[in-house]
């Protein structure tokens, strides 16, 4: 018997099957962003690869300011004048700021251990 050998990488994908393209994360965990629209800023504790959230979300965004579903997506403990919260924003919507300095938000001692070079330190996580 014959072993049929795996595609090569520089094959295309089987019919029927597509696959987004994926820009890098420009972002990290730890990392201070702005919005570039609106005006929060915050702390990025995780990054999804595309669009992770529910369809309902997604369509309640304007059309006309709607990102791509594929690009990478950020988690953050956002600010503004008024209160801190969760926010779920687009790559291209976001800016570095960490020039403006830290980010004053509840949960970021639970998730992050300081601030050096204008990031903060994600915390370790113990676990048995």
Known sequence: MTAKAPPAYHESPPPGVVAPLIE??????????????????GVIF??????ANSDEWYEAIPEDI?????????HLLAENEESSYIAYVSQQ????DAEHGPVDHPQIDA????IERGRYR???????
């Open 24 to 41: 890098r994360a420009r972002f990290a965990p730890g990392d201070i962003v702005r919005h570039r629209m609106f005006d929060f800023r």
């Open 46 to 51: 995780d990054v999804d690869p595309v669009f």
């Open 66 to 74: 709607r990102p791509a579903k594929e690009q990478p997506y950020y």
């Open 93 to 96: 919507n976001l800016v570095g």
């Open 111 to 114: 998730m992050f251990d300081g």
């Open 122 to 128: 994600v915390r370790a996580i113990h676990r048995h």
